[in-house]
Structures are given as C-alpha cells and as structure tokens.
C-alpha cells in the first residue's frame, strides 16, 4: 500500500492506507485535543482564530495560531521534499521516509512529556501539526490526491456531492467508479472516528494520556513491516516462478 503508485494504484492499495492513516489521525486528533484544547490534525480552525486576534489587533496573541498554521504547512514541506529528494532511488520505498519522520516525532512528544510535565504546550501542538501535515502530504502523493486523511471537511463535502450523483445516472454513468469513491470516503471517515474514539478511552478511561500516542506509533510501523514482507514475498514467488518458466 506505501509502494504503488501511478497506474498499478488501486482502490485496495487506497482503502488500506486510508484505513491505517485516518485511523492514526483519529487518534493525534483527540489526544491532541484532549491534552491541549488544540486541533491538531488541520488549521482551518487555527486559521479562523488568527484572523480574529489579527483583527483585534492581538498581533501577538495571535503569533501562536500563525505558527500552528506554518508547522501543518512546514510538515507537509517537508514530507513532499523527502520525497522528491529520494524518488531517483529505485531500491528505496520513498514513503517509508517520512512515515518514520512521523513516528519519531509522536516519540517524542512522548519523551517529553515524561521528562517533565510539558511548560511549553505551543511546542508539542507544533510538532503534532507538523507530524499530520507530513502525513497528509505523503498519503497525498501516493494516492495521487485522492487520499485525505487528517481532516473530514472535504470528505464530507465529495461525500455529498458523490452520493447526490447516484440520484441521476444519465448525467453520470460510471456508477461503479463513484461507488468505489463513495466507499473510500466512509472508509476514511469512520476509521478517523474510531481513531477518536480508541484514542479518548485510552487517554482518559485507562489514564494514558499523551503516552495514546503510542498507538498510533505502532500502527504505523506494523504497516511498514507489513508492507515490506508482503513485497518481498511478491518477489521471492516472482523469481520462483521465473526460474521454474526457465527450466
């Protein structure tokens, strides 16, 4: 699911990284919330308060929403140039990069919340802004934008407009494709909501707190792991099967 790309894409390979992403995503985004009273997976709300302060002529106060907006788009940057930067390798799966990238920085906050109870809570909603705007970027790529996975405002509107051209197949004939995107949307959306579920149990019914994180974490690297045995054993069988077609 991290490795095609281009034409050999499928809906599969989509709705499996949907599925693990959306549901990461879930869980920064109600730990986050929960542990900061901050959206940490988008920046629309982010934007709308900035542009408040600014029009009260709170400049200051609203610098802290200015750099939650700058780390989202600084994330995503950054995850697009890794990308970029690598791509030439044909021996490296490029997404791994920055899937690792995001990884070690949901660690981090981790570590830093159990050095010492956090003082600087802007930084920690900053690297967590930064992480999805890294996710969001790389699932972006790989599904060449058909993917979104750290926020539902899109969704839910393609949703609707999807689910409205069911209503007039002469205008839209390719019933089977809008299905399959329809079938995506929901994927994306209800694992993003168990995310959020999963993730407000753990923080406040176990007591985990910002140590929830290490859900996502694992997620994410099972995935990798997963991914990288089912390629190698795709090769190993192709080899196989070349050699017996030799004989």
């Known amino acids: 699911m991290f490795r095609h790309q281009g034409k050999s894409r499928t809906l599969k390979h989509n709705l499996r990284i949907a599925v693990v992403l959306s549901f990461v995503a879930g869980i920064v985004n109600v730990t986050g919330f929960l542990a900061f009273q901050q959206l940490t997976t988008n920046v629309t709300g982010h934007f709308a308060l900035f542009i408040n302060d600014v029009a009260h002529f709170d400049f200051w106060k609203g610098t802290v929403y200015f750099l939650y907006i700058f780390a989202f788009l600084f994330g995503s940057f950054s995850s697009s140039f890794l990308i970029e930067k690598f791509k ?48 969001n970027s790389f699932v972006t790529k790989i599904s060449n934008a058909v993917v979104r996975t750290t926020h539902l405002t899109g ?67 099972l995935s990798l792991l997963y991914d990288d045995l089912r390629y190698r054993i795709i090769r190993a069988k192709r080899k196989l099967k070349y050699r017996k077609w030799q004989e």
């Open 88 to 135: 030439k390798n044909k021996k490296l799966n490029i997404f791994v990069i920055p899937t690792l990238v995001e990884c070690f920085l949901l660690v981090l906050v981790m570590v830093l919340h159990y050095l010492d109870e956090i003082q600087y809570p802007n930084v920690i909603v900053c690297l967590l802004l930064f992480a999805m705007g890294l996710q």
């Open 155 to 221: 969704l839910f509107t393609d949703l609707g407009i999807e689910l409205s051209q069911l209503f007039f197949p002469e205008e839209h004939p390719h019933r089977d494709k809008i299905k399959a995107t329809i079938k995506l949307r929901i994927y994306i959306i209800s694992f993003f909501f168990l995310g959020g579920i999963v993730a407000g149990y753990f923080y406040s019914e176990l007591g985990m707190k910002l140590y929830t994180l290490i859900i996502g974490v694992f997620i994410l690297l």
